[in-house]
C-alpha cells in the first residue's frame, strides 16, 4: 500500500497520543497500530521504516520500531494502555 | 390475524406518583392523581364517548360528548377535562347524558355529508362510531342542513387528502400537528359556523409548512384527512407491528394489511421510540418495496462491460462461490472480504460477518458505520467503556439543558426531534453547535439560547473551550469526579483545558464563535440542571471524529451529567441498524459485543462453536480495503446492501478500487451505484419481506416482522447462508432466532435476548442478560462500564484540508427529511416531490462574488473532483461555507470530498472539504462519462430464444 497514505495515517495517530500521559505515548500508538492495522498495512510500513522511514513523526517510528521487533520475535510485547477504545 | 385495535384512553397518561381511588358505574378503579375521568372509565373498560379528545392529546373539551354526572356535584361536566378526585362517584350512562349526547350528535350529523357507503373511512370513522354508540336514530333537523365552507379537496399532499366537507372541527389535527410533531402548520379559520381546518396561510398542503409526518391524518377522527392508500385500496383487514427500515430512531409500526398489500403503515404507540409518531419516511414511504426498478432475479457477469445475464440462484451462488476459492487460492486468504448492511438485520448482519471470519477465515469485514458513528464507538468506549448511547429517549423528557452538536434532527432524527421540541416548549434550555442555522435554531416557539455557528472542523476546540470555562469558572461537579472518574487523570485533564490558549477568546479566533456565546453556553450546560448532550454525524465525521467524541464526554463527566435520567451523552445514529451492525461484530478488528478479535478467550467461545479456527489479526475497513484493491492484494469483496460506490468519500478512487476487484458481489434491492463494478447481482429483500431485529441509537432491539413473502424468494440472511454453504462452510438455520439465540450464547451484553422476550415485552434495550433481565435503559447509574470514568486531553489539530486561493470555500453535507442517505428508496417513492434534486446552498455573499444567482448551475471542485449542481442562495450557511445533500447519484457529491479521515477509525472527514464554485452551463464531463457508464453497465442482456423443436 501507498506508504504516503499510511505515514500520514500514522503520523495522525501519533498527535493524539503525543499529547496524552508521556508513558502513554509510545505504546499508545504502538497498540492503536496493532489493533486496528490489518498485517499487510503494518508490513508495508515496517518495510518503509527499513528504507529510512522518512516523515515519520519520532513518537511514532519508536513504537512502529517496538511493534517490528516484536513481530520479529525479538523485544517485549507492547503494554496494554488505557485507552481500551473500540 | 386480525387487526391490532390499539386502546384509545382519550387523554394521555399522568405520570403522578400519588395515586387516587374513585367509583364509576358502581366500579371501583385506582389511578395516578391527575388522571380523566374519561381514562379511569376506559381503564376499567367503559368507554364514554368521544370525539374531540384521544389519548395522544391533551384533553381540549369542545365536543360536549364525553359528559359523565357526577354524585354530589350539578351539571354533566366533560369528562375528557375533568380530572379524578379521591372518593368520586361517576355516572357515564343515565338519561340525561343519553339525551344531551344525542342531541350533540344529531348537530354534528345534521350538516355531514352522509355518503358513508363510499366513504373511504367506511368501517374506520369515529363520527359513525359515535352515532351508533349514542343510539341515534333520527335527526330531527333533517339530514339536509347547511354544509360546512367546502372548498373542495386538497390533493396537493403525495400521501393524504383533506376533504374539508367531512370535517367537524374537532381540532385534533390542529392540536397533533402542534402537541405531537411541533409544526404548528395548521389553524382553524373563521369563526363558529364556517370555521374550518387550514394549513397556517390558508396555502395547500404541500405548499404550507407540513412536513407531511401524518400526525393529523392518524389524528382526525373522520375522513377529512385520509391516507390516499385507503382511498384507493380500502382499509386493512389485519395488522403486523414491525419496525421502521430507515432511521436510528426505530419507530414501531402497525403495517396495516390487506392480503399481502400494504394499506398503510400506523405508528404504534406502545412503541418505546416513537410513543405512537412517526415522520414522511416511516410512514409513507415504503412504496419502493414494489417500485418497478426492483430487481428480483440473480444475475452473473465475468466482466463489467458485458451485459447482466440473468440465472437461476443456484448458478448466482454458486458462481459467486467459485470465484472466491478461486480469488483465495490466486492471492492468498486475505485478498477477499465482505460488507455487512447497516439497512439488515442483526440477525443478517451477524451471518455475513461470520461467513467472512469462518467462511473466508480471514477478518476483512466492515459496515457502513465506518463512515458514520465509528469515531462514537472508539470515544465512548475509551472514556466510559461502551461503544453506544447512554440514555433512552424518554429521558429527553427529564431534561432541563439539551445541547445538539453537529446534528440536524428535524430532519435527521425528526420523530425524536419532536419529543424533544415538545420538551423545549415546556421550557428546557437549547445549545447548538452547528455551522448551518438548522431548523431547531429558531422554529414555532422554540428558539435556541446559545447557536455556536462554528466553523467547520473546529468542534475540538469549541468543545475543549467550554471545558476550560467550566474548569475556570469552578463549575466542576467535583464530588461526582472524585467518586466516579479517574481523578489523577482528570487533573491532567483540567490542567489542559484551563490553558490560556482553550480560553474563548483564544478560541474565537480559530473557530469564528463570539467568545461571550462559548461562556454562556459552558455556564448555561454546567448550571442549568439535567443537561444532556445529542449529537450528529457533525461531530464524527472529522479527521478529529474520535477526539471530539472523547471531548463531549469529559464535559459530562466533568459536570456530573451522567449515570441518570434527562442527562447523558447520546450519538442520533443515522441508519435503521446501524447500532445493531456495530453491536453484531461487523467492524474487522472485533467479534459481537466489541470484543477484540486478539483475545484468545474470546476467539476460542467461537472457535468451539463454529469449529472452524479463527484469525487473531484485524482485518481491512473499507478505505483500507480500497487501498488494498488499487494496490493489488485485494480482488473480492460481498456487499449485502451498501452501496460504498455512491455514499463513501473521494468517489473516483472508490471506483478505481472496485475496478480492479475480480469479484464484486452486490446484494441489494435494486441495481445501485456499486454495481456499475460489479460481477454478480443478488435481489436482496426488503424489511416487509422478512424475520428479524433492529436495535436503535438508544440500543433498544426490537421486532421487524414478515408481512409478505419475499419477492425475490428469499430474506438476506437465506441468501448469506446459502453463499456460506457453497464456500463450504455449512450453516443451518431455519429462522433468525436461531440466529439470535446464537448471537446470546456468544455476546455477554445480549446473553438474554430471544425472539420469546421481544414478543413478550416489545423490546429491550441492551445490555441485557442475568443482571438486567428487561435491559438497560440509562447506563453507567452505579458506575462506569469501564470502572473509572477516563478524562482525555483533547488538543485540537486543525485539519490539513485546508482552504486557500484555488479553494477558498469549506463545503459540508448533510442530508434532508424526505430522502434518505443515496437514496435509492426514497427516491423510488413520492417523496421526491419534496426533493427532486441536491442543491448548493451559497450565501448571498459569496454568490453575488462569484455571478451565481438563485437556481444557477454552479460546477463544485475541489482537489479530488469536480461536479456541477444548481445553486440554493440562503443564510442558513454562513460566508465562507457551502452545503450540500447526496440523495442523487448524478450529483455525485462523494466526487468532491477527499480521502482524510478521522485518526482513530478512518471515518471520513465529509463535513470539511475546501472547494471553489463558479458559474457552469451544465453537468460536468464527469458525470456525463458516469451516467454513461451507469446507463451500459446496467444492460441485461436477452435472454437467448431457444427454438421450440
Ligand atoms: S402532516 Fe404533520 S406537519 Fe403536516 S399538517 Fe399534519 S401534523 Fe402537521
Ligand atoms: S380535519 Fe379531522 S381532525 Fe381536523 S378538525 Fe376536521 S375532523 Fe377534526
Ligand atoms: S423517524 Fe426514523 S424510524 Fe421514525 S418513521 Fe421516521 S425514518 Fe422511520
Ligand atoms: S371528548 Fe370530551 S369534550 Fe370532546
Redesign the interface.
Known sequence: ??PD?LVY?AN??G??FE???SDETVPGIAN?IK???????RKAIFAYLDEGGDGLDPPVREALEQLKAEAQGRGRPTPET????? | MSLIQEIDYGTPRSKAAKSVSLTVDGVAVTVPEGTSIMRAAMEVGTQIPKLCATDMLDAFGSCRLCLVEIQGRAGTPASCTTPVMEGMVVHTQTDRLKRIRKGVMELYISDHPLDCLTCSANGDCELQDMAGAVGLREVRYGYDGEKHANPGVDTSNPYFTFDPSKCIVCSRCVRACEEVQGTFALTIAGRGFDSVVSPSMEESFLASECVSCGACVQACPTATLNEKSVIDIGTPEHSVVTTCAYCGVGCAFKAEMRGEEVVRMLPYKDGKANRGHSCVKGRFAFGYATHKDRVLKPMIRSKITDPWREVSWDEAIAYAASEFKRIQAKYGK?SVGGITSSRCTNEETFLVQKLVRAGFGN??VDTCARVCHSPT???L??TY?T?AGTQDFDSVEQSDVIMIIGANPTDGHPVFASRMKKRLRQGAKLIILDPRRIDMVRTPHIEADYHLPLKPGTNVAVVTSLAHVIVTEGLVNESFVRTRCDFD?FQ?WAE?VARPEHSPEAVEKVSGVPAELIRGAARLYAKGGNGAIYYGLGVTEH?QG??TVMAIANLAMATGNIGREGVGVNPLRGQNNVQGSCDMGS????VSG?R?V?DDATRAMFEALWGVPLDA?????IP?MI??AV?G?FKGLYIQGEDILQSDPDTKHMAAGLAAMECVVVQDLFLVETTNYAHVFLPGSTFLEKNGTFTNAERRIQMVRKVMQPKNGYEDWQITQLLSNALGFPMHYNHPSEIMDEVAALTPTFAGVSFKKLDELGSVQWPCNANAPEGTPVMHINGFV?GKG?F??T?Y?ATDEKTGPRFPLLLTTGRILSQYNVGAQTRRTANVIWHEEDRLEIHPHDAEQRGVCDGDWVKLASRAGETSLRATITERVAPGVVYTTFHHPVTQANVVTT?FSD????CPEYKVTAVQVMPSNGPTQWQEEYEELSRASRQIAEPAVIAAE
Not at chain 1, 489493533?35 to 498495512?41: A, E, G, N, Q
Open positions: 500500500m501507498s497514505r495515517m495522525q495517530i498527535k493524539f499529547v496524552q500521559r492503536h489493533k486496528f492495522w490489518d498485517p499487510r498495512m488505557s485507552f481500551q477504545g473500540t | 486475505g477478518n476483512n464507538g472508539y470515544g468506549k475509551t467503556g461503544s487523570e491532567d489542559f479527521s474520535s477526539t467492524f474487522p478488528h472485533e466489541y477484540h486478539s489479526e484485524p482485518g481491512l475497513r483500507n487501498d488494498a494496490d492484494s469501564r477516563k482525555v486531553i488538543e489539530v480521502e485518526w482513530a477509525t478512518n
